[in-house]
């Protein structure tokens, strides 16, 4: 579990910076753009008038090329080296904004995963696709954006051979596995910890387990479908059972109730098309139906628990080192 | 750091000495535009009796031509200095120097040559790698890089 993307504002006040290492790219009227080069490029703006910078970029991407995995030790000697050769002390920089996020090995294709994950209370949802195949959902609100997003696809298409090599033999990415990035974005950092956050703050150990617990807690936001325990006999699969699978894992989400929603058109439907009788053998028709979908406590495709195993593992780790 | 990131910071250059000259070295291969296309190499200050804890080898001394373009071109009047000095702990290179502490910038430069610079020698740049806790790194890179088997295919 880790940060990823950040965007940081450091006030200079009568300090400068050294442009030594930093290429310019643009000049816009309130602000310079330069890129700071490494595995990949960061952004540093340079506003002469506010006499500020600002760094945006993915630091794990600037240092190692991919972000399947940075330790809190590539950003603190990330940081360090940004700091010598700018010149400055970003570690007391505000946080504007800022990614946190882990990568999880499922045991299903990355398309279900993603097909069973529904909604978040309170959050607009969106779907990102590639042709037919789902890559990624988002859940939003107005200081947090929630990415689940298939990351296998982008590491065999963005990342070049040498860099999924590396990730192989360092970190164990199996190309024929399955894995999934769950990533918190927060957007307006400030608001959402009832404070402004500084770039020291950020990388402390209790503020990064607190930050772990935050991902599992937004993640068991997103209602799941994949509740139902598909019948053993074929018998038991007709075609008026397989619509009344689907009706039932949405009645969580969505908040409805199945039966009664069926009641309901049933009763709506005119007496000369469907009498008293015949509605009521319909409705025995699908009570037996229904009788033969059960529910299990749990989304067969909730990994809550094994975010619970990832954290309790990295704070131990953390602990000991 | 990742050798991938300290391959991001290298600009491997080569200079050669001018026949007929003692001092005078230019560059034959790498990225122009860093340094000097004319450097001179050897000693011209003496060692400070407060370093007396390392071995000063040498000095590299240049200046960029009004129509050349640098990395170190607006830094010091055009002119660029380094001291050089050894690493026992690195006995295959001839020695490292940095330029330039007295302006804050601290990119390290490793000298490698099969001739203890008498003929020719490379300059392997890593930027932002002069301070002592990120050196050590560099050498470790450089160090895997020179010394590394060959391979048949």
Same mark, same amino acid.
């Given at each position: 579990?880790?940060?990823?993307?950040?965007?940081?504002?450091?006030?200079?006040?009568?300090? &400068?910076?050294?442009?030594?290492?930093?290429?310019?790219?643009?000049?816009?009227?309130?602000?310079?753009?330069?890129?700071?080069?490494?595995?990949?490029?960061?952004?540093?703006?340079?506003?002469?008038?506010?006499?500020?910078?600002?760094?945006?970029?993915?630091?794990?991407?600037?240092?190692?090329?991919?972000?399947?995995?940075?330790?809190? !030790?590539?950003?603190?000697?990330?940081?360090?080296?940004?700091?010598?050769?700018?010149?400055?002390?970003?570690?007391?920089?505000?946080?504007? &904004?800022?990614?946190?996020?882990?990568?999880?090995?499922?045991?299903?294709?990355?398309?279900?995963?993603?097909?069973?994950?529904?909604?978040?209370?309170?959050?607009?949802?969106?779907?990102? $696709?590639? %042709?037919?195949?789902?890559?990624?959902?988002?859940?939003?609100? #107005?200081?947090?954006?929630?990415?689940?997003?298939?990351?296998? $696809?982008?590491?065999?298409?963005?990342?070049?051979?040498?860099?999924?090599?590396?990730? #192989?033999?360092?970190?164990?990415?199996?190309?024929?596995?399955?894995?999934?990035?769950?990533?918190?974005?927060?957007?307006?950092?400030?608001?959402?910890?009832?404070?402004?956050?500084?770039? &020291?703050?950020?990388?402390?150990?209790?503020?990064?387990?607190?930050?772990?617990?935050?991902?599992?807690?937004?993640?068991?936001?997103?209602?799941?479908?994949?509740?139902?325990?598909?019948?053993?006999?074929?018998?038991?699969?007709?075609?008026?059972?397989?619509?009344?699978?689907?009706?039932?894992?949405?009645?969580?989400?969505?908040?409805? !109730?199945?039966?009664?929603?069926?009641?309901?058109?049933?009763?709506?439907?005119?007496?000369?098309?469907?009498?008293?009788?015949?509605? *009521?053998?319909?409705?025995?028709?699908?009570?037996?139906?229904?009788? *033969?979908?059960?529910?299990? %406590?749990? &989304? !067969?495709?909730?990994?809550?628990?094994?975010?619970?195993?990832?954290?309790?593992?990295?704070?131990?780790?953390?602990?000991?080192? | 750091?990742?050798?991938?990131?300290?391959?991001?910071?290298?600009?491997?250059?080569?200079?050669?000495?001018?026949?007929?000259?003692?001092?005078?070295?230019?560059?034959?291969?790498?990225?122009?535009?860093?340094?000097?296309?004319?450097?001179?190499?050897?000693?011209?200050?003496?060692?400070?009796?407060?370093?007396?804890?390392?071995?000063?080898?040498?000095? +590299?001394?240049?200046?960029?031509?009004?129509?050349?373009?640098?990395? /170190?071109?607006?830094?010091?009047?055009?002119? +660029?200095?380094?001291?050089?000095?050894?690493?026992?702990?690195?006995?295959?290179?001839?020695? /490292?120097? +940095?330029?330039?502490?007295?302006?804050?910038?601290?990119?390290?430069?490793?000298?490698?040559?099969?001739?203890?610079?008498?003929?020719?020698?490379?300059?392997? +740049?890593?930027?932002?790698?002069?301070?002592?806790?990120?050196?050590?790194?560099?050498?470790?890179?450089?160090?895997?890089?020179?010394?590394?088997?060959?391979?048949?295919?």
């Amino acid at each position: 579990m880790n940060l990823d993307y950040i965007e940081i504002t450091k006030f200079l006040n009568k300090d &400068s910076i050294s442009f030594q290492y930093l290429e310019r790219n643009a000049i816009y009227p309130n602000a310079t753009r330069y890129y700071f080069n490494g595995c990949n490029k960061l952004e540093v703006w340079h506003n002469e008038n506010l006499k500020q910078i600002n760094v945006k970029g993915s630091i794990p991407y600037f240092l190692n090329g991919h972000n399947f995995y940075s330790s809190y !030790e590539d950003w603190k000697e990330g940081f360090d080296y940004l700091n010598g050769c700018l010149q400055t002390n970003l570690y007391t920089g505000i946080v504007n &904004s800022f990614e946190f996020g882990t990568i999880q090995e499922i045991p299903c294709s990355e398309n279900e995963f993603l097909h069973n994950h529904i909604k978040a209370q309170g959050m607009q949802a969106r779907e990102f $696709r590639k %042709g037919n195949v789902l890559t990624g959902k988002q859940f939003e609100n #107005s200081s947090l954006r929630l990415k689940i997003y298939d990351v296998s $696809r982008n590491i065999k298409h963005k990342l070049e051979k040498g860099i999924q090599e590396d990730i #192989s033999r360092l970190h164990g990415w199996n190309r024929e596995k399955h894995y999934i990035k769950i990533e918190a974005h927060y957007k307006k950092p400030e608001a959402h910890f009832q404070g402004n956050i500084h770039l &020291s703050q950020l990388l402390s150990i209790e503020f990064q387990e607190g930050l772990k617990n935050d991902l599992l807690h937004q993640y068991q936001r997103i209602m799941k479908t994949g509740k139902t325990i598909i019948p053993q006999s074929k018998a038991d699969i007709n075609a008026g059972t397989i619509p009344l699978i689907i009706l039932k894992e949405l009645e969580a989400v969505f908040g409805f !109730e199945a039966e009664k929603l069926i009641k309901d058109k049933l009763k709506t439907i005119p007496e000369d098309i469907l009498s008293p009788n015949d509605r *009521k053998a319909r409705l025995r028709t699908i009570r037996e139906n229904l009788k *033969k979908i059960t529910l299990a %406590g749990n &989304s !067969e495709y909730d990994i809550s628990e094994m975010l619970k195993a990832k954290i309790q593992e990295a704070i131990f780790n953390h602990r000991i080192n | 750091m990742n050798a991938r990131f300290i391959e991001s910071c290298h600009i491997p250059l080569a200079y050669e000495r001018k026949e007929g000259t003692k001092t005078s070295y230019y560059l034959t291969m790498g990225k122009p535009e860093v340094l000097p296309t004319r450097i001179s190499f050897g000693s011209y200050a003496q060692q400070k009796s407060s370093k007396n804890d390392e071995t000063k080898k040498s000095e +590299i001394n240049g200046q960029y031509r009004k129509e050349e373009k640098g990395l /170190y071109f607006n830094l010091n009047n055009r002119k +660029i200095h380094s001291s050089i000095w050894g690493n026992a702990e690195y006995p295959e290179f001839y020695g /490292y120097g +940095i330029i330039d502490e007295r302006f804050g910038i601290y990119d390290l430069l490793i000298f490698y040559s099969e001739n203890e610079c008498n003929q020719s020698f490379e300059i392997h +740049i890593f930027k932002g790698m002069g301070k002592p806790e990120l050196m050590k790194q560099a050498f470790q890179y450089l160090s895997a890089i020179k010394t590394r088997k060959p391979t048949f295919a």
